[in-house]
């Protein structure tokens, strides 16, 4: 119960966080930016045959899930051990 209560606050939060975005009706990226990624995309689709990219992309992801998780984990509990009585 407490868990579903905090992953829902933390959806709340992000959805706040990702509102704004929602708002921009003609947001693009700049044409660099653009082509640079059809570039890096075209060097790593040679690789694709031999590296499965998409797996490794999402092995990176979980990794750093993983990461993220801990460390908020060593906030949370430096947090706590900050609130005196509760030792």
Do not use: H
Request: proline share 5%; glycine share 4%.
């Amino acid at each position: 119960m407490i868990g579903t209560a905090f992953l829902y606050g933390l959806f709340v939060i992000l959805k706040v966080v990702a509102e704004p975005i929602t708002w921009l009706s003609d947001a693009s990226l700049p044409a660099d930016i653009s082509a640079s990624i059809t570039t890096a995309s075209s060097y790593i689709a040679v690789f694709a045959n031999i590296l499965p990219v998409t797996t490794l992309v999402l092995i990176l992801v979980a990794m750093l899930s993983v990461e993220g998780a801990i460390w908020l984990l060593k906030i949370f509990n430096f947090t706590i051990r900050k609130i005196p009585g509760l030792k």
